[in-house]
Nanobody
């Protein structure tokens, strides 16, 4: 009874920008961390950015200075603002959440379905 809904992917030219959104809902007591990962064709899934409940952030070296992760108000939504996009960043971007459930179940990590980002001219 926890769902992640992602949006914001699409086609963008090199150097362009996109903003991804992920909203978590369901039996959630608190959200400990939210993050974005990406998986390009033929590649392993990798961390892009992560934000914890206290506001600290962690970025892949390749996106520092160009991407910004933030949480909305209320804090069950996470955004990834992506700027100066490069063709090699074409991938499916996945939202990931670490949380504490209201119903006491110990399952605490969830993935969204992914949203396609294509950077191409």
């Amino acid at each position: 009874q926890v769902q992640l809904v992602e949006s914001g992917g699409g086609l963008v030219q090199p150097g362009g920008s996109l903003r991804l959104s992920c909203a978590a809902s369901g039996s959630i007591l608190s959200i400990n961390a939210m993050g974005w990962y990406r998986q390009a064709p033929g590649k392993q899934r990798e961390l892009v950015a992560r934000i914890v409940s206290g506001g600290s952030t962690n970025y892949a070296d390749s996106v520092k200075g160009r991407f910004t992760i933030s949480r909305g108000n209320p804090g069950n939504t996470v955004y990834l603002q992506m700027s100066s996009l490069k063709p090699e960043e074409t991938a499916v971007y996945y939202c990931n959440v670490d949380l504490t459930r209201r119903d006491g179940w110990y399952n605490n990590n969830y993935w969204g379905q992914g949203t396609q980002v294509t950077v191409s001219s």
